[in-house]
């Protein structure tokens, strides 16, 4: 029970497929409530559904686009819950059109969204949330994957977005670690959700790891949330600004 009596914000559940709603099992079964939030009423649907496997969980409705949201999220899980021990940020979004082509022909509206979405919605959220966790020994970990570091065919914006999302991790963990909050990243291996249907080619991306990576295999959700469930306990109290790669052990492999 890593997390008994700990609270925790997931953000990032879409479906029972969603990394995030492995990870929201992961930290409930070691014995922490969790607070959920979803960004539209449709896909609130889907989390009240699963919700109700959860013991005592507070949902709330955020657009992480907009910092008034934000705001009274923060608010609401300040007056019901009283603090945060720990925030989990699964959010990506760019265009569809956007990861189809070439890079180059990447508009200028679908940059900001893929930017804003995908990596300054950690920085918002992160500066919303520390009232809440500060000097609480927290812990926020967020969502990556290896296209911020090399080209991954029709991964385009997405793969600068989560470069500038790493980034962000690293001057984070640096603002935060004052108020004893760490700050880290899970670059997951290709795992079949919700977002990972918007990428053309996904199923040519599994067989390629299946063959490349040293584990000879993919990952599952389930893998990244026992990651996630060490980064946001105890246990890995002295890691700070770190990426953890979870992916079979494909990123280490050349050509």
Not at 115 to 128: G, H, I, M, P, T
């Amino acid at each position: 029970m890593l997390l008994e009596g700990k609270t925790g914000l997931v953000m990032g559940v879409a479906n029972k497929r969603s990394i995030a709603w492995g990870i929201t099992n992961a930290v409930s079964k070691a014995g922490a409530r969790v607070v959920l939030t979803y960004q539209s009423e449709r896909l609130g649907e889907n989390v009240t559904e699963l919700a109700t496997s959860l013991k005592d969980p507070l949902l709330l409705q955020c657009d992480v686009a907009n910092d008034d949201q934000i705001a009274s999220t923060m608010g609401r899980i300040r007056e019901q819950v009283g603090h945060l021990d720990f925030l989990v940020h699964a959010l990506a979004f760019a265009p569809r059109e956007a990861l189809d082509g070439m890079y180059a022909d990447t508009k200028r509206d679908d940059f900001k969204t893929a930017l804003d979405v995908s990596a300054y919605s950690l920085v918002a959220v992160s500066r919303a949330a520390l009232p809440l966790m500060k000097d609480r020994q927290g812990s926020i970990v967020t969502l990556t994957y290896l296209g911020s570091e090399r080209v991954v065919q029709n991964y385009n914006v997405m793969g600068v977005a989560k470069a500038a999302l790493e980034t962000s991790v690293m001057y984070l963990a640096s603002d935060l670690g004052a108020q004893n909050i760490r700050v880290n990243a899970i670059s997951a291996g290709p795992v079949k959700t919700l977002a990972a249907a918007g990428i053309s080619g996904f199923s040519g991306i599994l067989q390629v790891y299946r063959e490349k990576a040293p584990l000879k295999r993919n990952i599952d959700a389930a893998e990244v949330a026992d990651t996630a469930l060490f980064l946001l306990s105890p246990a890995s109290r002295g890691i700070t600004g770190e990426t953890l790669f979870v992916d079979a052990g494909y990123h280490i492999m050349g050509l």
